[in-house]
């Protein structure tokens, strides 16, 4: 039983901290989308968790699922949004995805 809990624990340990060196990765980078604006910079569509987590992919070469991503909305409006990502129980990371017109 000692075995199995030293075990837990070290795995544990090793999840925390790729999930903190993610977070650091993620804080020191970001990822650009584009969507259609009209007049005013009003834009057309809006960017969704799935989309960021497609960029995140394609931009940077991590993977990052979609339900991780602390998006209460779609992001609507153009410009840099910082974006909470939620990477371990104990480690909340931030994406800055800057929004486009494209």
Same mark, same amino acid.
Do not use: C, W, Y
């Given at each position: 039983?000692?075995?199995?809990? !030293?075990?837990?624990?070290?795995? %544990? !340990?090793?999840?925390?901290? %790729? !999930?903190?060196?993610?977070? +650091?990765? *993620?804080?020191?980078?970001?990822? $650009?989308?584009?969507?259609?604006?009209?007049?005013?910079?009003? %834009?057309?569509?809006?960017?969704?968790?799935? +989309?960021? !987590?497609?960029?995140?992919?394609?931009?940077?070469? *991590?993977?990052?699922?979609?339900?991780?991503?602390?998006?209460?909305?779609?992001?609507? $409006? *153009?410009? $840099?949004?910082?974006?909470?990502?939620?990477?371990?129980?104990?480690? $909340?990371?931030?994406?800055?995805?800057?929004?486009?017109?494209?």
């Amino acid at each position: 039983m000692k075995l199995q809990k !030293a075990n837990e624990n070290r795995i %544990a !340990a090793e999840q925390l901290a %790729a !999930a903190k060196e993610l977070a +650091e990765k *993620l804080a020191q980078s970001a990822i $650009t989308l584009k969507i259609k604006a009209g007049e005013g910079g009003r %834009a057309f569509g809006s960017v969704s968790g799935k +989309e960021i !987590a497609g960029a995140v992919k394609d931009q940077l070469g *991590l993977e990052i699922d979609k339900k991780k991503l602390v998006l209460p909305e779609p992001l609507k $409006t *153009l410009g $840099t949004h910082e974006v909470p990502v939620k990477l371990h129980k104990d480690v $909340t990371g931030k994406l800055a995805v800057k929004v486009i017109e494209a």
